[in-house]
């Protein structure tokens, strides 16, 4: 059984920063690219970033580029995002996921969650 718990999140004020962790269990978590991704209330979920298996290429959307970064440690099973400069706009419900061997933007592409996390940022 996979599991992935998602920690961090809490309410900051814009132009502060969260880290964001995920901690995955029940499978080889170094064989595996990851995601995160946010659903803010009324809207579908969307992708923030994605990393593959070593760390070495990342994905990013748009709107966090420049101030998201994802990053892993294979070691402790454990993928991060950290957010600066948060705007209000980044105010949702943060998840993580495991996708297949190589990062992906797409919902669909990915197997398993968390169960979330909430960020709220205040202007």
């Known amino acids: 059984q996979v599991q992935l718990v998602e920690s961090g999140g809490g309410l900051v004020q814009a132009g502060g920063s969260l880290r964001l962790s995920c901690v995955v269990s029940?499978?080889?978590?170094?064989?595996?690219?990851m995601g995160w991704f946010r659903q803010a209330p009324g809207k579908g979920r969307e992708f923030v970033a994605a990393?593959?298996?070593?760390?070495?290429?990342?994905y990013y959307a748009d709107s966090v580029k420049g101030r998201f970064t994802i990053s892993r440690d294979n070691a402790k099973n454990t993928v991060y995002l950290q957010m600066n400069s948060l705007k209000p706009e980044d105010t949702a419900v943060y998840y993580c996921a495991v996708t297949g061997s190589s990062p992906k933007v797409s919902v669909t592409s990915y197997d398993y969650w968390g169960q979330g996390t909430q960020v709220t940022v205040s202007s």
């Open positions: 990393i593959s298996r070593s760390g070495g290429i990342t």
């Open positions: 029940g499978r080889t978590f170094g064989s595996y690219a």
